[in-house]
């Protein structure tokens, strides 16, 4: 089973500061995805990455596959910018359709100060 | 489109009671998956289907039945509920992309307290 293990668990920081996430895993992997779930409780998916690094808007998320680490960075953050970042690798299921599923971290609970 | 939903998003019941969980999405997503959410544990599968009428276990299968009889629809059912099964739950769809995970969508969330 691939472990997933995120830093910081909660991290307060004031609106505009520069935010960084991290995941480490233990087995290596295809692809990475990160999540984000609103105070609401609702997820949706920020990134998919496999390689290198990927932007959107002022969210980039970095992946380093030879030492199993990836970042989530956040520029000018912002009080919107609130909520759970969720890292999740695949895990290989055994069963029937020998398919793929998502081992998900606990979470970091990010909170941003106006 | 409306995505992914999840009917009802609160429930209440008593030890013993049975009940369903719908999702329905309109993406003609092949794969669908309901999960749980536990404090200070990440989302854990329960069951997962790759397309109609199948269905396989996730990590955390026991106490929980589910069918996939139509592509768009997953029920997730409990037949006697117990305190163990309180938490909040997500389903969650995608397509099949043939070989990496594909980007997932989620549901709003389900809250099923069990007394």
């Known amino acids: 089973k691939n472990e997933v293990e995120q830093s910081p668990q909660n991290l307060t920081a004031q609106e505009g500061e520069f935010i960084t996430i991290n995941c480490s895993y233990s087995v290596g992997i295809s692809a990475l995805h990160w999540l984000q779930q609103h105070p609401g409780g609702g997820i949706v998916s920020l990134f998919m990455?496999?390689?290198g690094k990927k932007k959107h808007g002022r969210l980039i998320a970095t992946i380093n596959i030879q030492e199993k680490h990836s970042s989530l960075h956040i520029t000018a953050s912002h009080p919107r910018d609130s909520a759970v970042y969720i890292c999740a690798v695949p895990t290989y299921l055994i069963s029937n359709f020998g398919n793929e599923k998502l081992t998900f971290g606990t979470g970091t609970r990010l909170t941003i100060i106006p | 489109n409306a995505g992914v939903t999840q009917t009802p998003k609160f429930r209440v019941l008593k030890t013993g009671q049975s009940m369903t969980l719908l999702c329905a999405q309109d993406?003609?997503?092949?794969?669908m998956y309901w999960y749980r959410q536990d404090p200070g544990m990440g989302l854990r599968l329960i069951h997962y289907s790759v397309g109609e009428g199948t269905t396989a276990k996730g990590e955390v299968p026991d106490g929980y039945n589910v069918s996939r009889l139509k592509k768009q629809n997953f029920l997730l059912g409990l037949e006697s509920a117990a305190p163990s099964q309180t938490s909040v739950y997500f389903c969650a769809s995608r397509y099949n992309t043939g070989g990496n995970t594909g980007e997932l969508f989620f549901g709003e969330g389900s809250r099923l307290t069990v007394l």
């Open positions: 993406m003609n997503h092949e794969y």
């Open positions: 990455l496999s390689s």
